[in-house]
């Protein structure tokens, strides 16, 4: 399946903004919204986000600014091929094309999610701007011939979050929150302590079991840890994998951007690089743990196995 949100009216008319199936992505005038428009006045840091999970495209207005579909205002509306989108002075046409229906990989022990599936239809720059990756990494993307080297390319400039969070977003979700508990676990050989280790077996039990209970444990254990440390990243990513960041009696669901669980991952990776008691080098290492993840994706290592 494939989304386009073209522009029709506003500040940058033609516009066209691409998606795929799997992702979720946030519309407003911040830098920090997956897609900014500074020109337009009228719209919110973060006015709506459209959600392309479960083989649908939904529409979620993010704040109290008004969003419409085909000019009745909305809260959460389903799309479809044609219909038109407002926001503030934005006006977008939205074209869905082809049928909703996941790649299917048939390759044995091979393990696939929809964020892993869209990740694979980037180009290597499309990828660090859909990151969000700064410094050298662009320059990197444009002149790397695959996914390694672009990583390798990263390690090799010290680099190693955005290596580690290039690797993660690419396996899928949940695959990367298991590479993430494995490394973290295999690397501090027990040092995790008190709501940091509670948080390491809330993450490592969403993996064993996703499920809305095993996620929302996963949130409450990322918030003792005040979302700091190894463990709070993982507990934090295990989160960012489920179907909403409100509450879980909230009427309106807000879907986390599909960027955050590689992100908390990455992230406490980093932090484990620092924390190693043996002291080693971080080169050497981030590498052993970017092999993993090779071993993981090509189905050589099974990520959910106790």
Known sequence: MRIRFEVIAGPDPGRLIHLQEGLVARFGKTDWAD???PADAGMADFHFLIDCRQQRCVLHALDS?????NAAAVQTQELSDGDRVLAG??????????VFRLAEDTTPGVTRDAVAIAAATL?????CSRLKLGGQAPAIAATATDLPALYGGLVATGDYQSA????????????CVAWGCYCVEQTLQGQLAGVQREAHRAAAAWVQAP????????EA??????????GGWLAAAAFWCGDSLAPADAATPVPPADTLASRAVAGALTITLGAAPDNGPPAPRCAAWLTIAEQIASGERMPYEP
Do not use: D, I, N
């Open 65 to 69: 600014a008004p969003t419409q579909v």
């Open 211 to 218: 499920s809305p209970t095993t996620c929302r444990a996963a």
């Open 221 to 230: 254990a990322a918030m003792k840890t005040g979302y700091k440390g190894p």
């Open 35 to 37: 897609f900014s428009f």
């Open 164 to 175: 580690l969070q290039v690797r993660g977003y690419t396996l899928g979700q949940r695959p």
């Open 89 to 98: 002075q934005t006006e977008f046409r939205v074209h869905l094309e082809g």
């Open 123 to 127: 180009t290597l720059p499309e990828l």
